[in-house]
C-alpha cells in the first residue's frame, strides 16, 4: 500500500506542473508527540499534538518559491501550487537555485541500519507521568535541594517524505523518549539552579528517571553558596555538557551558507591548521539509533560518513547544491530544510577526537581556573571569531574544586581558542554530537 506522505507529496508535484511550475520539489511532515510535566507529585502540564505540515517549492528557470500549509484538501494543495508558481515568476534570478541532477541523487539506502523507528508502543500519559513523578522524587531527595523546578517526560516519531520532479521519493520516521529534571538550591537570592536529561531514539535505551532526578539534585546541591570569580587570564574547562557549543561555532564557521557570503572567520581556512594535531572533526549521519541519523539529506542525496577537519586540518566546508554552486565546488549532501524555505547546508552526527586524560585529570592539570558548566547569552562576531559569553561553574584552586561560581563573563577569539585545546575522555557515544570535556588556555574572566 502507498505511504500517506508518499501520496502527499505526488499531489504536491501533479498540482505543481498543473500550475505551470518547470520543475519542483516537495516535502510532507507527520509529527505526534506527548509531553508531560509534573510538580510537588501532581500533574502540571500535559500536551499532546498530531498533525501533518507539507511543504512546496518550484522553479520557473532559475527563480524559486516555497509556501506550506498544514490543511492536505486538495483544494489547499492546488492553491498552494498555484501561489507559488505566481510567487516563483516575481522572484529575482537566483543562478544558484535548482534541484539535484537525477545522477547525483541518492538511489539506495538501509533504514534496518539507522534503526531510528522504536517499533515499541507508544507510551500512554500514566506511564510519562510516572517517570517525570520519579525523576522529581529523586530530585528532591538530594540532601541541599530545597525544590524542584520541573520534572518532565516526553515520547515522539516523526515521519518525513521528500519527493522532486528529478526522479527522487524517500522517506523515513525517527521516534525519541525523553525524561528530564531541573533543582533549585538555597532560597530567594540565593536559589542556584542545575537540570539533567536524557533522551534515546529507543524507549528501552533510556536510563531510570530515578537517575536522572538524583543527578539534577547532585549537580544543584552542588551549586550552593556560588559567587563570582577573579578577573583575570585563566585556563577554562568546557564541561562535556557546554563543550560542543565551541565545535557548533567551528561548524557554523564552516557552512558554505556563511563562507559564500564571506561572513566567517574560516572563509580563507581551507587547508589550514584549526585545530591541534590529532584532533579531527568526524561527521557520520548513518549512525545506528542516533536521533541526527538520516539516509539521505533534503535534496535527495546519499549523506556520507567524511572529515570536516581531519588531523587538525580544515577539509571541507559544509555544503548544499546552491552554495556548492556559488563556490564552485559540488555538494556535500548537507541540505537540511523544513516546510517553508528552501534547502540550506547544516550538519548532523558530529563527533570530535577524544582525548586520554579524563575530567579529573584536566582540573588538576588547570591548577587555577574555571570550570564551566553552563553557558548563558552570547556575543559571537562570526566574521572575526570574537567570543564573549556568560558563565558559571566552579572555581579551581590548586587542581581541586574550590567554590561555585556564577555571574561571569569570560571572552577570546574561537580561532585561537580552538588552536589551545585539550579534550578528555568523557564524550557520550548516544549523543548525536560527541564532544568530552574541553581545556582551553588563556580565556579572559570578568568576574569580581
Keep these: 500500500m502507498t505511504d500517506r506522505l508518499e501520496m502527499l507529496t505526488a499531489r504536491l ?97 538501509d533504514l534496518a541500519a539507522l534503526d531510528l ?12 507521568q510516572d517517570d517525570a513523578c520519579r525523576a522529581e522524587a529523586a530530585a528532591l531527595a538530594v540532601a541541599g535541594v530545597s525544590q524542584a523546578q520541573s520534572a518532565s517526560a516526553g515520547y515522539g516519531r516523526r515521519r518525513v517524505h521528500l519527493a522532486a520532479t528529478n ?21 530567594g537570592t540565593a536559589m542556584e ?34 559567587r563570582k570569580p577573579p578577573t583575570g587570564a585563566f585556563p577554562v574547562l568546557y564541561d562535556e555538557r557546554v563543550a560542543g557549543g565551541l565545535v557548533g561555532h567551528l561548524l557554523s564557521a564552516a557552512n558554505g551558507a556563511a563562507v559564500a557570503r564571506g ?10 591548521r584549526v585545530l591541534p594535531p590529532g584532533l579531527s572533526v568526524i561527521e557520520d549521519p548513518h549512525r545506528a539509533r542516533i536521533s541526527g541519523s538520516r539516509p539521505f539529506d533534503a535534496e535527495g542525496l546519499a549523506t556520507r560518513r567524511r572529515a570536516i577537519v581531519e588531523d587538525g586540518v580544515l577539509a571541507g566546508w559544509v555544503l548544499d547544491l546552491a552554495t556548492a554552486r556559488k563556490l564552485g565546488m559540488e555538494s556535500t549532501g548537507n541540505a537540511q530544510r523544513g516546510t517553508s524555505a528552501p534547502p540550506a547546508p547544516g550538519t548532523s552526527n558530529i563527533a570530535l577526537t577524544q582525548g586520554t586524560a ?58 585561537d581558542m580552538l588552536m589551545r585545546i585539550t579534550p578528555a575522555n568523557d564524550a557520550r557515544m548516544h549523543l548525536g554530537t560527541v564532544v568530552p570535556s574541553l581545556l582551553v588556555e588563556g580565556l579572559t574572566l570578568a568576574g569580581e
Design 13 to 109: 508535484l501533479d498540482a505543481a506542473a498543473k500550475a505551470g511550475a518547470e520543475t519542483a520539489d516537495a516535502i510532507a511532515i507527520e509529527d505526534r508527540s506527548i509531553g508531560i510535566d509534573v510538580r510537588g507529585g501532581r500533574l502540571e502540564q500535559a500536551e499532546r499534538s498530531e498533525g501533518v505540515e507539507i511543504g512546496l517549492r518550484v522553479l520557473i528557470g532559475r527563480r524559486q518559491a516555497c509556501v506550506s500549509a498544514s490543511d492536505i484538501s486538495d483544494r489547499t494543495l492546488a492553491e498552494m501550487a498555484e501561489r507559488a508558481t505566481a510567487m516563483a515568476r516575481e522572484a529575482p534570478e537566483d543562478p544558484t537555485a535548482g534541484l539535484a541532477d537525477p545522477a547525483q541523487l541518492a538511489t539506495s539506502w
Design 117 to 128: 523507528d522504536d517499533p515499541a508502543a507508544e507510551p500512554d500519559p500514566a506511564a510519562l
Design 167 to 187: 526522479g527522487f521519493s524517500g522517506g523515513y520516521a525517527r521516534t525519541s523518549r525523553s525524561v528530564s529534571a531541573v533543582a533549585i538550591t538555597g532560597e
Design 193 to 226: 539552579r542545575d537540570w539533567a536529561v536524557e533522551s534515546r531514539v529507543y524507549q528501552a535505551d533510556l536510563p531510570d528517571p530515578e537517575g536522572v532526578g538524583r543527578l539534577a539534585g547532585e549537580r544543584a546541591a552542588a551549586r550552593a553558596g556560588a
Design 263 to 272: 561572513a566567517s572567520w574560516l572563509r580563507d581556512a581551507l587547508g589550514e
Design 358 to 415: 579524563s575530567r579529573d585529570d584536566l582540573i588538576r592539570e588547570m591548577g587555577r581556573g574555571l570550570w564551566i558548566t553552563s553557558l548563558i547569552g552570547a556575543t559571537i562576531n562570526p566574521t572575526t571569531g570574537d567570543y564573549s559569553r556568560g558563565a558559571s561553574g566552579f572555581w579551581v584552586e590548586g587542581g581541586e574544586i574550590a567554590w561555585p561560581v556564577n555571574e561571569c563573563t569570560i571572552a577570546g577569539n574561537l580561532r
